[in-house]
Each structure stands twice: as structure tokens, then as C-alpha cells.
């Protein structure tokens, strides 16, 4: 039986919990491990790579989010000190 690469492992549970908790900073942690992970499974031939796959797509679609909301909360913030400046 094949060994599992740890860093898989680590950036699935990271894709996970950075969506119940540690938002920003688990996205990135599932990320960066998901990466090398990936790149240590190519040259190990370590079991892994669908756990550091579904973690990259969990961390990024959270990293999406986080961005998306941050952005409009930006715009609206922005939007309504302009529209307080006028009255």
C-alpha cells in the first residue's frame, strides 16, 4: 500500500476548515500545501493527489469568495462615504 503525501492531507483539511474556521488564513494554507504536495507526488509517486487536488479547488473557490465580498464591501463602503460627503 501506497504511502499518502502529508501535505495532501494538510491542504484538504485546511480547504475544509478554512470555510468553518480561519477563513483567509486556511485558504492559503490549502493552497500553498496543495501545490507542493502535488509537486512532491510527481516526484515521489506518494498517493495523494486527488486530496491535494480537492483542497486547491477548496481553497481557491474560498480565496474567490473572500476576494468577491471583499470587493464589494470596498465598492459599497466607498459608495456610501461618497454619498454622505454630498449631503
Excluded at 475544509?16 to 494554507?29: K, N, Q
Excluded at 500553498?32 to 481557491?60: F, M, N, P, S
Amino acid at each position: 500500500m501506497q504511502k499518502t503525501n502529508t501535505l495532501a492531507v494538510v491542504s484538504l483539511v485546511t480547504g475544509i476548515v478554512s470555510y468553518l474556521a480561519l477563513p483567509f488564513i486556511g485558504a492559503i494554507v490549502a493552497i500553498i500545501c496543495g501545490h507542493l504536495a502535488r509537486k512532491e507526488i510527481r516526484a515521489t509517486g506518494e498517493a495523494g493527489d486527488g486530496l491535494a487536488l480537492a483542497g486547491l479547488v477548496l481553497g481557491y473557490l474560498h480565496f474567490l469568495v473572500l476576494c468577491l465580498v471583499g470587493g464589494f464591501f470596498l465598492v459599497f463602503g466607498a459608495a456610501i462615504v461618497g454619498a454622505a460627503a454630498h449631503h
